[in-house]
C-alpha cells in the first residue's frame, strides 16, 4: 500500500504540541470522564497521523499541507 505524505512539517508540529497537551490534561485528571477520554483517543491519533505524515481526511477532501515537491510544480 502507497500512502503519498500530504502532512506539511508545521501541520506535524501543532499536531504533536495539541497531543501531548491534551495527554498531559488527561494524566494530570484535568480532562476527566467522556471528555479525558475523546481527548486521549484524539490525541493518539493526532500522533499517529504525524508519525505517518498522512491524514485520511486530508485524503477524503483533498487537502495537502504538505508542500509540493519540484517535480510536482509544473
Given at each position: 500500500m502507497n500512502i503519498k505524505k500530504n502532512m506539511g512539517n508545521l501541520d506535524r508540529i501543532i499536531r504533536t504540541v495539541v497531543a501531548l497537551a491534551a495527554a498531559a490534561l488527561y494524566f494530570t485528571?484535568?480532562?476527566?470522564?467522556?471528555?479525558?477520554?475523546?481527548?486521549?483517543?484524539?490525541?493518539?491519533?493526532?500522533?499517529?497521523?504525524s508519525a505517518m505524515s498522512f491524514c485520511p481526511i486530508y485524503r477524503l477532501v483533498g487537502l495537502s499541507t504538505c508542500p509540493a515537491s519540484p517535480s510536482e510544480q509544473a
Open positions: 485528571n484535568t480532562l476527566t470522564g467522556v471528555v479525558g477520554t475523546v481527548a486521549l483517543v484524539v490525541a493518539a491519533i493526532f500522533l499517529l497521523t
